[in-house]
């Protein structure tokens, strides 16, 4: 059983490594971050993500986990090494390969000093070619060795979600291996096979079209979140069509598939607005025009100022009204606020002039930069509370289960926008005013113009 080192403990690397020590490999983790090393060695996850933490907790404790801050440590002491750390973006969507570049010239390091082959993989996000004219190169001058001789070399794309990231990375639809040569794939396949008992597909394939499925998948999902999104505004403007409804229909259909079809406030989190703007960079400067990733943006840009707009619209004079939003996470089971559509609306509503308060069951509000004036609250009841409207940003199951009492008990005038379509619209119509995204308001909803019979 190979002994593995990971290079990162972000949702990627630390998934990967409790995964990994659950099922007996001896794993060593390594991160710069001093605060992270004493979390994990507490056995604290250091985000919100309740099943990695039971897993951490199980893995530290038996010692088939260990973290440490020298990477060159955790290199030597393993016979493969996982390259997990963040590729931001530049300003302007370009991705940033700093960190990447920096993990690498320190295996390189490592390698140098070490006998024997060892292999190497980027489980980190990079646009196609970077493995093999960027990676390689820096990989092979600190080693003074040549890949596929000195060591092996993979890109192996992670496909898990925040808030399930144990049970994707335990149970994905399939394993993409991206090889250097066959000797390095062969290695991984090896490891992947015995680590799901053959029971998962195992796709091999260039480094660079590895690298590519990575982008094309987060693409594809991101665009059917904006296709849902672009119906949903048509669906708002006819009498009797309902965009759930709608997308059932649809999704019905296994060509299509219903999975990524709920509208919504528009999609965060630090994969696809990333993803989709570093690949559209990345075809840009290759001379290509890349006209439907763009769409896919900029519908998802309007979609959270839409939902804002709603609550404008529904509140008319908006200077002192209090705008409750329940949800502040990009989506359920993660603290994370990156690219939240939450803070986008609180931020259209703010410079507006209302008064907008927050409760989301577990981001605290000293996560959320830039949001001073933003209130946050400790419960549901406390953020409704005189509230003239309240708009659901998250689908958490504590929001589901809210009847239109909750509402209506507290806030000084129930105006509700379902922004995650998580009411019926028959039972909240009849008892308060209820906008949904995807359904058709009349009160809010400007006239369409018959331009055929004008
Ligand atoms: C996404 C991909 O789903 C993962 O396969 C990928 O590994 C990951 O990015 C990554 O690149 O690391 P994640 O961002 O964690 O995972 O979350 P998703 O569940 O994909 O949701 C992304 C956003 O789309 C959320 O804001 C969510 O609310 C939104 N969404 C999703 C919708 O608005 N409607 C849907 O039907 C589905």
């Known amino acids: 059983m190979s002994n593995i080192s990971i290079i990162g403990t972000g949702y990627v690397g630390l998934s990967a490594a409790v995964c990994f020590a659950s099922r007996g490999y001896q794993v060593i983790a390594s991160t710069r971050s001093a605060d992270k090393i004493t979390q994990i060695r507490a056995q604290k996850a250091p985000f919100y993500e309740p099943a990695l933490e039971r897993m951490?907790?199980?893995?530290?404790?038996?010692?088939?986990?260990?973290?440490?801050?020298?990477?060159?440590?955790?290199?030597?002491?393993?016979?493969?090494?996982?390259?997990?750390?963040?590729?931001?973006?530049?300003?302007?969507?370009?991705?940033?390969?700093?960190?990447?570049?920096?993990?690498?010239?320190?295996?390189?390091?490592?390698?140098?000093?070490?006998?024997?082959?060892?292999?190497?993989?980027v489980k980190s996000t990079v646009v196609p070619g970077t493995t093999h004219a960027v990676l390689r190169p820096i990989l092979e001058h600190a080693a003074n060795k040549t890949a596929g001789d000195g060591f092996g070399l993979c890109v192996n794309p992670e496909f898990l979600r925040q808030g399930s990231s144990v049970h994707d990375t335990l149970h994905p639809d399939r394993v993409v291996i991206g090889e250097y040569d066959a000797r390095s794939g062969k290695q991984l396949h090896e490891l992947y096979d015995d680590f799901y008992s053959g029971a998962v597909p195992i796709m091999r394939m260039s480094l660079a079209s590895a690298e590519m499925v990575k982008y094309a998948s987060n693409s594809f999902l991101a665009m059917k979140v904006s296709y849902a999104n672009e119906i949903a505004g048509v669906c708002e403007r006819v009498p009797g069509v309902d965009i759930t409804e709608v997308m059932d229909g649809v999704g019905v259909d296994p060509r299509i598939n219903r999975k990524f079809l709920n509208a919504g406030p528009g999609f965060g989190g630090s994969c696809f607005p990333k993803d989709v703007s570093a690949l559209m960079r990345?075809?840009?400067?290759?001379?290509?025009?890349?006209?439907?990733?763009?769409?896919?943006?900029?519908?998802n840009t309007a979609q959270a100022l839409h939902v804002a707009e709603q609550a404008l619209t529904a509140l008319g004079t908006v200077s002192g009204k209090r705008v409750a939003l329940l949800g502040l996470a990009f989506k359920p089971q993660t603290d994370d606020t990156r690219e939240a559509p939450a803070l986008k609306i609180a931020r259209k509503l703010m410079d507006a002039g209302a008064d907008v308060c927050a409760y989301d069951p577990v981001v605290v509000k000293a996560d959320v930069p830039g949001f001073g004036t933003l209130h946050s609250t400790r419960s549901i009841d406390e953020c409704l509370r005189d509230a003239d409207c309240c708009i659901i940003v998250t689908e958490w199951d504590q929001f589901k289960a809210l009847t239109p009492g909750d509402f209506t008990r507290q806030m000084a005038a129930p105006v509700v926008i379902d922004a995650r379509r998580i009411f019926d619209p028959v039972t909240f119509r009849s008892k308060l005013t209820y906008i949904a995204v995807g359904l058709y308001a009349p009160e809010s909803t400007p006239r369409m113009t018959h331009t055929l019979l004008s």
């Open 56 to 121: 951490l907790s199980q893995t530290v404790e038996s010692g088939s986990l260990k973290v440490v801050s020298d990477r060159a440590e955790a290199i030597l002491r393993s016979d493969m090494t996982f390259i997990s750390v963040a590729t931001p973006n530049h300003a302007d969507g370009s991705i940033n390969l700093t960190y990447v570049n920096e993990a690498c010239e320190e295996v390189g390091d490592a390698l140098c000093d070490k006998k024997g082959y060892h292999l190497v993989v």
């Open 282 to 299: 990345f075809a840009e400067s290759r001379g290509c025009t890349t006209s439907l990733l763009r769409a896919v943006l900029d519908v």
